[in-house]
């Protein structure tokens, strides 16, 4: 069984609605390491050493996280300079990371038709994503195609608790993929969402 560290960053969970749900759904057998950055961390010390065993004793990482300004909340973006060391995540005998696995879970003010080329954001969201993509590739780690929750001030309570069923079975499907098909369709996906309905034809359009 692959084990699952969940790397939280909200500046300000108390206001929280989308991260909120997400986080609530999650099943307990799901065992994984839930850590949550602003609470452990809210004077940005990071005590690196205890990060680095957490990620050697894991196999998929998650870092979720609402956009700010097109990018992660300033402690995750601290953890990410402080904790992912030369010669130890990447660069000469960098290998530590090597073969583990990235998902990255997100959710965004902008609905998913705003973050197209032709939409008010100019670009799609992977491309707004692509510096932790290549960060997760520098690494040696594989990065999974990110679980978005589009649109978050517009999501009704309906298509918030399916969004968040949808992360919990995400996190299952991940987990019991002993044959490696799931994350080879997964793969195939722009976003990890839409490659959920073939599991749940109900799950409602998040655009
Ligand atoms: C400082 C700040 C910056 C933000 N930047 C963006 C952004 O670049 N793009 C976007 O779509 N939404 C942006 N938003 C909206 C948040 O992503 C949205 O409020 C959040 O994802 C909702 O999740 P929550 O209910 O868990 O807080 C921003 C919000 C704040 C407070």
Redesign the pocket.
Known sequence: MPRLLLVFA????D????????LQYLPDDLHLTFRDLYELYPDFYIEIEEEKQLLRDHDIVIWQH??????C?PLLKQWIDLVLEFGWAYGPGGFALKGKRLLQV?????GRH??QPDGF?RHTLRQ?LIPFERTAHLCGMEYLPPFV??G??RLTDRTLFDLSLDYARLLRHLMDDEDGSFVQALMRCEYANDCLPTLHPTLPSTS
């Open positions: 909200h500046p300000a969970y206001h929280s609605r989308v991260h909120r749900h997400l609402p956009l700010y300004w097109y990018s909340p997100l959710s965004t003010g902008g705003a973050y954001h707004f929750a589009f978050a001030h």
